[in-house]
């Protein structure tokens, strides 16, 4: 293993820090806790330590802690190893497990068994790891559990997306696994022969053990289902009295194995029949525990039958109209539709959208069929979303009933694309007219047709009108949750209501009744936000009604959103006002918004006022009109009288300069104040002129104070929209060297980049619009070297956006820098010269092999270095200088020769003339063959 000296100290840290972790109330303690803890999980001495705090320590915390730091860093850091520490890294891992077997320990056994598996994965040298396991551990009863989890968890890590496995070493597993299969099987059976009914939870852990190789394919199936162990899991499903843990195991088991059944059975449809008939008789079975109010087991039926249907309709198996023939099946899925308990419903309700996209309805008898399931399918979930008809209140958005119903409607909404909009509509009508005398009813047909309302033509006179006739002449509506509909379905009709002006101010009416209500604020901001998109210059009238409404708002407690909503919806409708009145409506508006700022930086001043951070009153209202004033220049589309609108932002770049002097150190405030900048400099382009400078230094001073990525973005707007101004140059000049060194001493680490992407990410944003927009301000900046190798440090980021942002700093700097004649000798010297044009590929090559998402970026930047170096005099050395340095390449065939011919035919891609898109496919084959 890596050779780093532990020292009692290590431990006592750690200990520590588990301790104030787990036990204060402290926020600054708790994350400072847990910033160590990350930090030491990243350093060579952490295999050592966990290694002896596993071997000595009795404290539970600490041993979870050191087998999940095995299991971070077998994912991060394993492949960097040499051979022998990864022998000797697993060797210690199998020493651990099997010291890890007791009830107490099962946290620490289940994260070293992940570790185990993943570093089985990673390890191709070790071809035999199912073999070696069972052949270490299979003969010692005391270490069943252990085995069973090793087997449960080897599989299931094959779809761990952190393990990057390549395609040729996928598929090199699958095959090791099936031709280990059989023998799991043997010794699963031999496992569930000498328990027999003793002991139900070892029994469920051989089902789920079972179930992770059949979902993987690993299986022969035909052959398998002549096993007793599995004619015993049918056996157990045809019996409601089976323990719960180990009817639960085999129904995920058939789960998984399904798929790979109905596989099998298509070729034969005697075979298909016999499979599809052997789950429907579980229908019986579902059935008693219906009757029971055995939910649990009414769920594993469910799953079995939802599974069989999503199978036979797998587009992969190419004909997914095979279900067609077994109408008892959607029968029994509309049946469960059915279920008192929604959570059963919610199982299946997925099945009926993904079942409607994959037919056609051209077959008549196909079309007939889905149109009659889906007609008794919406009336199912019509039952199923009444709320409680005694019940007065609505719940909180994450209630799980409220999530139940928002699934509801996102599946009706997606068959709606398919079936249609006026068959529910008029089912839903008939619903709702004969059952008009029950709120609930008529709420819950109007949340459906919600989910129908915007694929209905604005011009219909037919659906729509009897409703809205109903509903914006209620004298008193029943109950909030019904009020909460009807807003909504507002909302969602908005398209309609543009079409259909008489009804608009009505509606208009209910919606500005409901927004100071605490609980109607949200649907009816939101409502209001849709009306005025759709129907905002009918709403011109309304402007000075809606500024009103505006103030009178403030201190209702509405959330930072739905303020923003009913400012979105002023700023629609002043969009569409006469040029003449835009000017003094949004002076008017400003002024509504500067009122409440100003008095907040008042009560700052003050000795008991609002301070940074302040978490009361004053800073959630500051928070909402900073979001307000931010949507006014967002979506504000004035084309005339920029010169006064530029008059007006310039009163109001002062206000948010005090606010951010005030609030320099808070973040979120920060935040906020720099995004209603930043619309404002995009509204108005290079017409603000030399209004922004104050600012602009102020904003530099803040930096330097307090180090907020939001400035940095800030900085990258300005360069971009001023950049290639002359006058300009010398400030963004200094302003990059005042930026510069406090960002160097935050990237000052590994672990401070991988802590801090934000601030590489808005960084490099910012040199990247310096080398695009003025590369004479980059290529002669003093600084400019040490950006550079800051930027070869944060190329190994965590964060694919700030890899990307070093990516595109390189590539700018790459092409623009090259253009330029008077700046090539500069670049020569730092590129070649200096040796960081080999640093770059390498750091390249090295990133993409960590996160192949980042191929595009680095095919971009080998295609700019052949370009910046066209005769090839230095490219073709750095690039094998940097495949020389990557881990030891791997052919699942074992023949060095052929990952050589890998190497050759990457290196004739990159190195020869080609597009972009060609580099990119070299490098993603490369990538998948190599790793």
Known sequence: MPHQTATASSLEQIQHALEVFHTTRDDSQRKSAERFLEDFEETDAAWQVCHI??????????????????????????ANLNAEDKNSIRGIILHHVSRTNSKEDRAVMVALCVALADLALLMPAWSEATKDVITKYGDNPDLMLVLLELLTVFPEEMGNDKLRLSTSRRSQLKEEMRRSGPRVVVLLSSFSTRLEAKDPETMAKIYDCLGSWCNIGALSLPETMNVTLLQNMFLFLNNIDTPLAVHD????????????????????????????????????????????????RCKNYVRIFVELAESLTDKEEGSPENIFA????????????????????????????????????????????????????????WKSCRYDPDGDW?????????????????????????????????????LLSTNQSHWDAVESSLFLMSALAEKIPGDDNVLVTPIINALTTLSAPPKLCFQHTVLNLFGHLAQWFGKHPDYTDKALTIIAAALPVAKLSDPASWALQELSQFCRSHLT???????????????????????????????????????????????????????????????????????????????????????????VFKYLKVKSNKTAVAELINDVWPILGEVAVIYVQNNEVMEKVVRCLRYMIRFLGKESGLILLPIFAKFTDLYVTAQHSCILYLASVLIDEFGDLPVMKEGFTNMLESMCAPTFAILNSDNAVRQNPDIIEDFFRTCRRCAEKSIDILMTHPRLEDILKCSL??????????????????????????????????????????????????????????????????????????????????????????????????????????MSNHVREFRHAILNPGSQDSKVAALSTFTNTYR
Not at 261 to 285: C, G, I, R
Not at 848 to 863: G, I, K, M, N, S
């Open 326 to 381: 077994y109408p008892r099946l959607l029968e029994l899925l509309l049946v469960c539709c059915s279920h008192p308990d929604y959570e059963i419903i919610e199982m299946v309700v997925d099945f009926w959208p993904a079942l409607c996209d994959s037919m056609s309805l051209k077959d008549e008898r196909i079309s007939a069929v889905l149109r009659n399931c889906h007609s008794r399918l919406i009336v199912a979930l």
């Open 541 to 631: 009238k309304y402007f000075h009604q809606l500024m009103s409404l505006l103030t009178g708002l403030d201190g209702q407690g509405l959330h930072e959103d739905e303020m923003e909503s009913v400012s979105k919806a002023t700023i629609n409708i002043l969009n569409e006002m006469p040029s003449n009145s835009q000017l003094s409506c949004l002076q008017e508006l400003c002024a509504i918004m500067k009122r409440p700022l100003e008095k907040i930086i008042q009560n700052s001043k003050r000795p008991n006022g609002a301070q940074n951070g302040d978490p009361g009153s004053a800073t959630q209202n500051l928070h909402v009109w900073l979001n307000n004033m931010g949507a």
């Open 793 to 898: 440090i944060c190329c190994g980021s965590n964060s694919h956006q700030a890899g990307h942002a070093v990516f595109a700093f390189w590539n700018s700097l790459i092409e623009y820098g090259s253009r330029n004649f008077n700046h090539r000798a500069r670049l020569d010297n730092m590129i070649v010269t200096a040796g960081m044009g080999q640093e770059m590929v390498r750091k390249a090559l090295r990133g993409v092999f960590a996160d192949t998402c980042a191929v595009p970026d680095v095919a971009l930047l080998l295609h700019d270095l052949q370009n910046y170096d066209s005769g090839l005099q230095y490219l073709p050395t750095w690039l094998d200088r940097a495949l020389e340095q990557l881990p030891t390449p791997y052919h699942p065939s074992g023949d060095v020769s052929a």
């Open 394 to 430: 609505l719940e909180d958005k994450d209630d799980d009933f409220q999530s139940f119903r928002r699934h509801v409607w996102d599946c009706v909404f997606e068959m709606t694309d398919i079936m249609g909009y006026s068959p529910s509509w008029e089912t839903l009508m008939q």
């Open 53 to 78: 705090i596993l071997d000595q320590s009795q404290d539970l915390k600490c041993r979870h802690f050191a087998a999940r730091t095995y299991k971070s860093k077998v994912i991060k850091a394993f």
């Open 249 to 296: 195991a085999c129904s995920r088991c058939l789960v998984n194995a399904l798929p790979d059944l109905v596989h099998e059975a298509s070729a034969s449809k005697t075979k298909m029949d016999d499979l599809v008939n052997s789950v429907l008789q579980y229908e019986d079975f579902y059935c008693q525990a219906l009757q029971k109010e055995d939910t649990d």
